[in-house]
């Protein structure tokens, strides 16, 4: 059934990496395959962007002895292209044994350089952005948290997803939230189902977009990539999506500077909804905006085919 | 007095269903003491008030807690900070007067029979599903499938309701004072509904029997829901239930839309295919 949450304070940077966690950890009931985040930090200027990438799967790290030097090789490969194609790297970190974090200054077509470092096997881009840090692995939100070092990550916005894996596999790269690949910053997170998923697959990929799953909240990334490529704005190609997104979903997606929600027609998935001047939270469940407001609040309900987005 | 009762309720639109076939079939006797008695039902004694913290509680523990309560002879308890948690005060199946202050979370109040209970915040999906009787009254908004499967009681929600409230409905009054989502009434075979604001589309989608008022306006009617006639038994059941919780319609109750079944998919399973097709 997965969880969704989302948050965005308006004027002013907070721990989201804590608040983020509180929130999933709430809504692991409703998955525990697996734990995401997509987090808005300081926005990097100019032409500096930040990426997080892994080198493998988890469940790779069982996979032979030899891994710890594939994985080696692999991010070696990495490094080279990151140069060949005149990016500079600023900040290495190890993030995982198999995912990394870099801040790199580029001037060239991101997309260009996206594609050729993510076409060395078994290497996969999470995100590349100005703010967007795109955290996933197996295992609930305090793991993962723990994992990655979230707590006190500040920033503006954050989404994340609790996932139960029920139409592709448990691993990270079918975990969400989704980049919307090659557009930094934009970023998702889905609950539901979509019933039209190989069809709009198959005509985005024709129009030249990757996927590297087989998760149909994937698609939504892409779509909303694809409709903002196309002249969309963000909330333009929401509303758009739930006419031509067939099936049973909300959603939630964030992008450098704004977070949006989107439900469809059949008002079928779950969303709560907490706003205030300078605050707003979203869940699939009540309870987990309770683990950041332990006093009362005023919540509701988004009602279907409803679309709203708030700027940071 | 039976008599009367039963020609007031066909008046207003309800119970007109002719029972054959299998319908006919008696399940229930009233002969039978043990049909008026619960196993886990308690006697409680309404002067006798508990109250307790439940922030620091899970679901288990607080409906234990309630339980506990309930069979020491309080018969009025008061939970704090239920925190949005999941099927808290379900399975009540006697008197009690429960009031929670805070919000529930999903299928909260669920399986009830008889108690009294307010909730001073917000509750989540499916509140009061298959209540019994009693009252369950929400002070905020509520989410979607509120009162579903319901056969009995007053379900009241003062503020905005999300999508398919009443869906499958059986019986009772459910009551929200503002807005209401997508499909409310769903599948409705019995009872009333009352939504004092705007409806979303698809009201009273497949509905068999019972009565929608609605005081705002209704985006669309589902298949074979119906526009009926407002009779003045309507606008005193009305005011006279809208006074109850303290609630009132914004243009008046005479001013209300009253939706019925149009019967036409009505013993839906004794259609030819062709006559289905029509119904549709």
């Given at each position: 059934?997965c ?178 690949y ?36 994937e ?48 008002a ?23 683990s950041?407001?332990?006093?009362e ?16 | ?16 269903e ?77 008197r ?31 509140c ?12 905020n ?10 056969r ?7 503020g905005?309701?999300?999508?398919r409230?009443?869906?499958?409905q ?11 989502g ?58 006279r ?40």
């Amino acid at each position: 059934m997965c969880g969704i949450a989302g948050l965005i304070h308006r004027g002013k940077k907070a721990d989201i990496g804590t608040e983020m966690t509180a929130m999933l950890q709430a809504l692991k009931h409703r998955g525990p395959d697996s734990t995401g985040y997509a987090l808005y930090g300081p926005e990097q200027k100019g032409n500096k962007f930040v990426m997080r990438f892994k080198v493998a799967e988890q469940e790779d790290l069982a996979k032979g002895f030899d891994i710890t030097d594939i994985m080696a090789e692999r991010k070696k490969s990495v490094d080279a292209r990151l140069k060949e194609m005149d990016a500079k790297v600023t900040e290495r970190e190890k993030a995982t044994e198999y995912s990394y974090r870099y801040v790199f200054t580029y001037d060239g077509d991101l997309r260009k350089l996206i594609d050729y470092v993510e076409d060395i096997d078994d290497v996969e881009i999470l995100s590349v952005g100005r703010a967007l840090e795109l955290i996933k692995d197996l295992g609930d939100a305090t793991r993962v948290s723990d994992q990655y070092q979230l707590k006190g990550f500040k920033g503006t916005h954050a989404i994340g997803h609790t996932r139960m894996a029920t139409e592709s596999d448990v691993d990270i790269r079918s975990a969400h939230p989704y980049w919307a690949y090659p557009f930094s910053d934009v970023s998702v997170v889905h609950n539901g189902q979509l019933t039209n998923y190989w069809i709009g697959r198959r005509e985005l990929e024709r129009r030249g977009h990757r996927f590297m799953s087989n998760c149909d909240s994937e698609l939504i990334a892409v779509y909303l990539a694809d409709r903002m490529d196309r002249g969309d704005d963000l909330e333009e190609a929401m509303r758009r999506s739930i006419d031509e997104l067939d099936g049973v979903f909300t959603y939630v997606v964030a992008t450098a500077d704004a977070l949006g929600m989107a439900k469809d027609t059949m008002a079928a998935k779950p969303m709560v909804l907490y706003e205030s001047k300078d605050f707003i939270a979203m869940a699939s469940e009540e309870v987990a905006i309770r683990s950041i407001f332990p006093h009362e609040i005023k919540t509701f309900d988004p009602y279907d085919g409803e679309v709203r987005v708030w700027r940071a | 007095m039976a008599g009367l009762t039963t020609a007031k309720s066909t008046l207003a639109g309800m119970h007109t269903e002719k029972l054959s076939g299998r319908t006919q079939q008696r399940f229930f006797s009233p002969e039978e003491a043990e049909n008026y008695t619960y196993p886990w039902a308690y006697s409680v004694d309404f002067d006798k008030t508990a109250d307790f913290d439940a922030a620091d509680m899970d679901t288990m523990a607080i409906n234990k807690r309630i339980r506990e309560l309930m069979n020491e002879g309080y018969g009025h308890i008061v939970v704090k900070n239920p925190g949005a948690k999941h099927s808290l005060g379900v399975g009540i199946l006697n008197r009690l007067k429960l009031d929670f202050e805070g919000s529930l979370g999903y299928f909260g109040c669920g399986l009830i029979d008889g108690p009294n209970i307010r909730v001073s915040g917000r509750v989540g999906w499916s509140c009061a599903e298959n209540m019994m009787a009693g009252t369950v009254v929400i002070e905020n908004n509520a989410g979607s499938t509120f009162g579903a499967a319901i056969r009995g009681g007053d379900l009241v929600c003062k503020g905005d309701g999300g999508a398919r409230i009443g869906i499958d409905q059986k019986g009772g009054t459910i009551i929200v004072g503002g807005n209401a989502g997508a499909f409310c009434g769903f599948m409705m075979q019995r009872g009333r509904m009352v939504i004092l604001g705007n409806t979303g589309k698809n009201l009273g989608d497949s509905m068999y029997d019972g009565i929608i008022y609605v005081g705002g306006t209704i985006r669309d009617l589902g298949v074979d829901a119906v526009p009926g006639e407002m009779t003045d038994l309507d606008c005193e059941w009305l005011d006279r239930k809208l006074k109850m919780y303290g609630l009132s319609a914004p243009r008046g109750v005479k001013n209300m839309t009253k939706i019925v079944s149009g019967k036409q998919l009505w013993n839906y399973d004794n259609l030819e295919p062709v006559e289905k097709k029509i119904a549709l």
